[in-house]
């Protein structure tokens, strides 16, 4: 009498193969029917990780219909994109005078004095927001400026008391690129790309640029927090970033890797769902700053990246 | 009740966030792939299916309308529409459709839903049994070689997860 084990596996060769079952005394077959019924069930069991792998394809479904969702109900304020640069400096006065003298920026929106510092500048089809804060406080950055004649802007920024970081200069990647830094720090890459060179999609007048200790990090947090979509990425022969660029809905971040990071860049982002946004960063690596609340501008919160650069996600109120 | 009131409260997350959808995956994956499983017998049609019906549930979270009628209802009638559209376009080359009196009871489907979750709880060493011979399609000779036992060991195997798994669903239905 074979073992009950030689049995089963026997009847269950045969629904393998599609034979008829195996017959069995009566009470063999007692114990195995239902056992396969079980094995025939076994047969249509999906493969291991179908389940996962499905999970992750309707994640970034889902991530994308968020993006999507933004551009189709116009979730973005009026003449910004979706990433605006914010700037925090002692002397924001300084700055905007700066900004308006070498770039020929233009305040578009200033609140209310009793409202705290806030004043809006448009450069080119870009957005910036300036907030003063006490010594200490700064947020500042390095921004990638395209202008139509930077040789005069450069001169312009250091008649406004800009230090010159590099003259510009005919540069391998298709632009003329010169550098100046304002009095703050905020570190202003300018540049006027050769009339050969296309402009990458998203690329605005003004592109903040980053420079985190790991690039890669920061591209990884940006794609899972922010559904960011890796552009370009530039490494040296020791594997380290020296230009990136990833998008985030309709704007452009760009960065390159500086392994003593001391900037902390701001950005405010306009999102459709400011509470869904705000979740998916804290899971994604972020810690609250503000948790999200209605404010007179439209629901808001703020979280701090890895890298402590600061981002306000900001959805408008129903119109 | 409770559930029905649980079902609205994901959905409602999903159709404000869809990466809230996930919460409506996890609870009806097996469910809908039984169906699609007991319907096509194929394991990758079933899988095809299973994804489409999912991808447009995802699609359509924001125009679903809550009618007290279970999601799940919802899910397996996209699934029903998707199988019928398998057919039509593969024809009788895919093999014969069942008929709607061979079609699965419902009963039947919830049964093999919770068969399949269960064989991901079984122990690791029965769990890989039962994927190398039923998916994989292994002849026990080569599973006791890609495990290192003999074969006797890996029938018995074989035999203890098809026993726990009975068990299991006697004792979820007892």
């Known amino acids: 009498m074979p073992e009950r084990f030689e049995i089963l596996d026997q009847a269950i060769d045969a629904l393998l193969a599609g034979a008829p079952p195996v017959g069995f005394n009566a009470q063999s077959d007692a114990e195995l029917t239902p056992l396969l019924q079980i094995a025939s069930a076994l047969t249509r069991m999906p493969e291991e990780h179908f389940q996962s792998r499905l999970r992750d394809d309707l994640e970034r479904r889902a991530s994308m219909s968020n993006i999507g969702t933004a551009a189709a109900t116009k979730s973005i304020r009026e003449g910004f994109h979706t990433v605006t640069p914010f700037i925090a400096v002692s002397e924001p006065e300084k700055l905007i005078a700066l900004l308006k003298h070498a770039f020929n920026a233009e305040e578009t929106g200033r609140s209310p004095k009793d409202h705290g510092f806030h004043v809006e500048v448009r450069v080119g089809d870009s957005m910036l927001m300036i907030h003063d804060c006490a010594p200490g406080g700064e947020k500042i950055g390095a921004f990638h400026v395209y202008l139509p004649d930077i040789d005069a802007a450069y001169t312009r920024a250091l008649e406004a008391g800009a230090t010159g970081m590099g003259a510009p200069e005919d540069r391998p990647y298709g632009e003329r690129q010169g550098a100046v830094k304002d009095l703050a720090g905020n570190l202003w890459y300018i540049a006027t790309r050769f009339p050969s060179t296309e402009a990458p999609e998203g690329a605005g007048s003004v592109m903040p640029y980053v420079h985190p200790a790991k690039a890669r990090i920061f591209i990884d947090f940006v794609t899972r927090a922010f559904d960011g979509k890796e552009m370009a990425v530039y490494e040296d022969t020791q594997g380290r970033v020296m230009h990136a660029a990833v998008r985030i809905g309709d704007s452009v971040i760009e960065m390159g890797e500086a392994p003593n990071q001391t900037q902390s860049n701001g950005f405010f982002l306009y999102v459709d769902d400011c509470d869904a946004w705000y979740r998916r960063a804290l899971a994604a690596g972020a810690t609250s700053l503000i948790e999200p609340g209605d404010q007179p501008y439209g629901r808001a919160a703020a979280i701090r990246d890895p890298f402590g650069y600061q981002w306000g996600l900001c959805s408008l109120p129903a119109r | ?174």
């Open chain 2, 1 to 174: 009740m409770r559930a029905i009131q649980d079902d609205r409260a994901l959905v409602e997350a999903a159709q404000r966030d869809p990466a809230r959808f996930a919460d409506l995956y996890e609870q009806n994956f097996y469910r809908v792939y039984a169906y699609t499983a007991r319907r096509v017998q194929d394991r990758h049609d079933a899988e095809d299916l299973t994804a489409e019906v999912f991808r447009e549930a995802l699609a359509g979270i924001g125009k679903f309308e809550w009618r007290g009628v279970p999601f799940a209802a919802w899910l397996l009638r996209i699934a029903a529409r998707a199988v019928a559209d398998h057919w039509t376009r593969n024809g009788r080359e895919a093999g014969a459709p069942l008929s709607d009196s061979e079609e699965a009871a419902p009963e039947e489907i919830e049964r093999n839903a919770m068969l399949l979750q269960l064989v991901n709880r079984l122990p690791e060493a029965q769990f890989r049994v039962i994927h190398m011979r039923f998916v994989e399609q292994k002849s026990i000779r080569e599973i006791a070689q890609a495990m290192q036992r003999s074969e006797g060991a890996v029938k018995q195997l074989q035999l203890r997860a098809i026993e726990n798994l009975r068990a299991q669903m006697e004792s979820a239905h007892a």
